[in-house]
T-cell receptor, first 114, second 110 residues
Framework: NAGVTQTPKFQVLKTGQSMTLQCAQD?????MYWYRQDPGMGLRLIYY???????DKGEVPNGYNVSRLNKREFSLRLESAAPSQTSVYFC?????????????FGSGTQLSVL | AQSVSQHNHHVILSEAASLELGCNYS??????LFWYVQYPGQHLQLLLK??????LVKGIKGFEAEFIKSKFSFNLRKPSVQWSDTAEYFC????????FGAGTRLTVKP
């Protein structure tokens, strides 16, 4: 059981380049999330998807787009990367219909924008 | 929008000292509350959670947290910390989405 799989693990971009971070979960979860983690700021929610076909902005959505391709996959796209987007990105999933609500995290993507 | 505040950015303790990490949240409705821990180089792991019932919840590794509704607080405690508790601790609140506090880095000196 793989859980939440994120790719790539590391990425270096130049300012203005674009890229897509991929996330897939095999737990049949309805909700998926993208967070960024920066020193001293904790995890900040970028976008989330409560169910297939829906997406909503979180705390820091500017400069990002997301796609909930199907129930398993939730991708995060940077159209024109900026140095301020240097961060560690985590995808997570959960099933809000279950009492045992908690997040399952991917292993993270370390992104550097030069 | 809901927000989560953690009062301490960095806490340094000696082994066997008692720990209390503060967490306050702003949302007034029904919330689910969590504490997560992140050990160096790893992703977040759930320590404990509160949904309803007894406001004193016990988690893994001897941690506990008390939900005080009137204070919008959910503080994390441990009576006696160990060197292996060195990590970053995050409080989180779930309503329609999951929001995290900025985290508290705990350093336990042997």
């Amino acid at each position: 059981n793989a859980g939440v799989t994120q790719t790539p693990k590391f990425q270096v971009l130049k300012t203005g380049q674009s890229m897509t971070l991929q996330c897939a979960q095999d737990m049949n979860h309805n909700s998926m999330y993208w967070y960024r983690q920066d020193p001293g700021m904790g995890l900040r929610l970028i976008y989330y998807s409560a169910s297939e076909g829906t997406t909503d902005k979180g705390e820091v959505p500017n400069g990002y787009n997301v796609s909930r391709l199907n129930k398993r996959e939730f991708s995060l796209r940077l159209e024109s990367a900026a140095p301020s987007q240097t961060s560690v990105y985590f995808c997570a999933s959960s099933d809000p219909l279950r009492v045992n609500e908690k997040l399952f995290f991917g292993s993270g993507t370390q992104l550097s924008v030069l | 929008a809901q927000s989560v505040s953690q009062h301490n950015h960095h806490v340094i303790l000696s082994e066997a000292a008692s720990l209390e990490l503060g967490c306050n949240y702003s949302y007034g409705g029904t919330v689910n509350l969590f504490w997560y821990v992140q050990y160096p180089g790893q992703h977040l792991q759930l320590l404990l959670k509160y949904f309803s019932g007894d406001p004193l919840v016990k988690g893994i590794k001897g941690f506990e947290a008390e939900f005080i509704k009137s204070k919008f607080s959910f503080n994390l405690r441990k009576p006696s910390v160990q060197w292996s508790d060195t990590a970053e601790y995050f409080c989180a609140v779930y309503n329609n989405d999951m929001r995290f506090g900025a985290g508290t880095r705990l350093t336990v000196k042997p």
